[in-house]
T-cell receptor
Framework: NAGVTQTPKFRVLKTGQSMTLLCAQD?????MYWYRQDPGMGLRLIHY???????AKGEVPDGYNVSRLKKQNFLLGLESAAPSQTSVYFC????????????FGPGTRLTVT | RKEVEQDPGPFNVPEGATVAFNCTYS??????FFWYRQDCRKEPKLLMS???SGNEDGRFTAQLNRASQYISLLIRDSKLSDSATYLC???????????FGTGTRLQVTL
C-alpha cells in the first residue's frame, strides 16, 4: 500500500496563477482532510470531506476550493494564488470519526511569489 | 487563547535523560487526544493516543487530566532518534477533525 500520496511535492507559482494539488489514498478511508502548516502556527484545517461527493469548510477555507469526486482522491484548488498561501500543504485521511488515527501524506511545499 | 497550547522549546537533553512535555487545551468537550511526532520537513505521524487512565508504550507514557485540561508526554531513556517535534492534538469529535498544537521541539544530544 502506498498510503497517502500527494502531487506535486514542490511548486512555485506567481501571484494570480491557479493550481490543483492532488491527494490520493489507497486505504479505502472515508474521511479526508487538507491542512496547511506555517511556522509558529501549527497545522490548520482548510477543508475536509466525510465521504465521496461531500466537502466542508475547515478553519481557514478562504482562497481554496476542494472536490471529492472519487473516494480515493481529494483535490485542493487555488484559483488565484496569493503570497499568503505560501505554505506546506498536508493531506490526511482517516477511516471514521471518533478518534481514529489520521494518516498524512508527505506534503506539498508551495511558494507564491 | 489558542485551543491547544504547547511550550515550543527547544528542549535540549542528553541521551538517556527523561523529558516531559505538557500541553493544555481549552475545549472541555474534546473527545480524545493524541501525541503526534513530526520529523523535520516530514509529515506528522501518530505516536500514541492519550487516555484518562494513562497509557504507556515502551519508553513513552501519556497522561490526560480532564479536570485541569492538560495532557502530558514523558519520554524515558531518550535516544538520539527521539529528536523531533512533538505535536499535542485534540479531537473534538466532529468528523474526526483534529486541532493541533504548534509543537514542542526536542533535541537529544550525545
Amino acid at each position: 500500500n502506498a498510503g497517502v500520496t500527494q502531487t506535486p511535492k514542490f511548486r512555485v507559482l506567481k501571484t494570480g496563477q491557479s493550481m490543483t494539488l492532488l491527494c490520493a489514498q489507497d486505504m479505502n478511508h472515508e474521511y479526508m482532510y487538507w491542512y496547511r502548516q506555517d511556522p509558529g502556527m501549527g497545522l490548520r484545517l482548510i477543508h475536509y470531506s466525510v465521504g465521496e461527493g461531500t466537502t466542508a469548510k475547515g478553519e481557514v477555507p478562504d482562497g481554496y476550493n476542494v472536490s471529492r469526486l472519487k473516494k480515493q482522491n481529494f483535490l485542493l484548488g487555488l484559483e488565484s494564488a496569493a503570497p499568503s498561501q505560501t505554505s506546506v500543504y498536508f493531506c490526511a485521511s482517516a477511516w471514521t470519526s471518533g478518534g481514529d488515527e489520521q494518516y498524512f501524506g508527505p506534503g506539498t511545499r508551495l511558494t507564491v511569489t | 487563547r489558542k485551543e491547544v497550547e504547547q511550550d515550543p522549546g527547544p528542549f535540549n537533553v542528553p541521551e538517556g535523560a527523561t523529558v516531559a512535555f505538557n500541553c493544555t487545551y481549552s475545549n472541555s468537550a474534546s473527545q480524545s487526544f493524541f501525541w503526534y511526532r513530526q520529523d523535520c520537513r516530514k509529515e506528522p505521524k501518530l505516536l500514541m493516543s492519550v487516555y484518562s487512565s494513562g497509557n504507556e508504550d515502551g519508553r513513552f507514557t501519556a497522561q490526560l487530566n480532564r479536570a485541569s485540561q492538560y495532557i502530558s508526554l514523558l519520554i524515558r531513556d531518550s535516544k538520539l532518534s527521539d529528536s523531533a517535534t512533538y505535536l499535542c492534538v485534540e479531537n473534538t469529535g466532529t468528523a474526526s477533525k483534529l486541532t493541533f498544537g504548534t509543537g514542542t521541539r526536542l533535541q537529544v544530544t550525545l
